[in-house]
């Protein structure tokens, strides 16, 4: 796509492109074979600052603006739409809703791993029985003393199968015996919390190597102050997030577009038929 770029939004291109060409394209067909999350790639990603990147400084970003994020999106996905997935999960679905909803103390305590690439991130929302469908969740937690009680499964989850912290949409009972609503719980420590079982989808279609999991809570116990927001405000983060989401996936699909254009036209130069 052509549009007008300023002098640091077009460096900020070159640098997609390079790291694209040196770090991306040489090993993309090998991770999609191997169909295991590029944890080196993502470390990579995290040091040149892309993970975070459209993020406040004070939360470990670099305070770059959407355009030039999308631009980055754009050329990872150009050269491996799965290697795009990995850059931006972390900024578009995890570290969004902690920043539309979530506390001072939980920014400060969530969003620098997750921009710096220490924790690696999901997003929790698709359930065997409640895919587009998201009022239809049947996950549910309560309170019982200073934590809840988290019980559910969730499936389709990118990354879901390699995640240290998840963001997770359930039920919640605002007290005994009333109405469960849509509220948002901060799942953390995932590896070694009690209840959380965390499984990879094999045999995608394509973009195996950004992995695929499912992911059952028994009786997991989450601290109180994991809530994002209030009790019944879930539905709102959600759609919130998903809508700062769909910028991304737009960069994605028109850098896989672009992809595709540049080895069609590459290769109608070269073919020859008929003689010409």
Same mark, same amino acid.
């Given at each position: 796509m052509i549009y007008d770029l300023t002098e640091k939004q077009a460096e900020i291109r070159r640098r997609g492109i390079e790291f694209a060409r040196e770090y991306i394209a040489p090993y993309a067909e090998e991770w999609d074979r191997a169909e295991e999350f590029p944890i080196e790639l993502f470390q990579r990603m995290a040091e040149e600052g892309f993970v975070g990147y459209p993020f406040p400084k004070k939360y470990g970003g670099m305070e770059g603006n959407y355009l030039e994020y999308c631009t980055l999106v754009e050329e990872v996905a150009r050269v491996d739409a799965s290697a795009a997935l990995v850059m931006c999960l972390n900024a578009s679905l995890v570290t969004n809703p902690i920043l539309i909803a979530g506390t001072e103390e939980q920014k400060d305590k969530w969003l620098p791993p997750l921009c710096?690439?220490?924790?690696? #991130? %999901?997003?929790?929302?698709?359930?065997?029985? +409640?895919?587009? &469908?998201?009022?239809?969740?049947?996950? !549910?937690? !309560?309170? &019982? #003393? &200073?934590? !809840?009680?988290?019980? #559910?499964?969730?499936?389709?989850?990118?990354?879901?199968?390699?995640? &240290?912290?998840?963001?997770? +949409? %359930?039920?919640? +009972?605002?007290?005994?015996?009333?109405?469960?609503r849509i509220s948002v719980l901060v799942v953390d420590e995932m590896k070694n919390r009690p209840g959380v079982k965390q499984m990879k989808l094999e045999n995608k279609m394509g973009i195996r190597a950004a992995t695929t999991g499912r992911i059952e809570y028994r009786d997991v116990r989450v601290p109180k102050e994991n809530l994002l927001g209030e009790i019944g405000t879930g539905f709102r983060t959600v759609l919130a997030t998903l809508d700062g989401g769909r910028t991304g996936i737009a960069a994605q699909a028109l850098g896989v577009a672009q992809g595709a254009f540049d080895r069609a036209f590459e290769y109608a130069q070269a073919r020859h038929q008929w003689g010409q």
């Open positions: 710096n690439g220490e924790y690696i #991130g %999901c997003f929790c929302l698709t359930e065997p029985t +409640a895919g587009s &469908d998201a009022s239809n969740l049947s996950s !549910y937690a !309560y309170l &019982d #003393g &200073d934590e !809840y009680v988290l019980n #559910g499964e969730k499936i389709f989850i990118q990354h879901g199968n390699v995640a &240290d912290i998840s963001v997770v +949409a %359930c039920r919640i +009972a605002k007290k005994e015996g009333g109405r469960p």
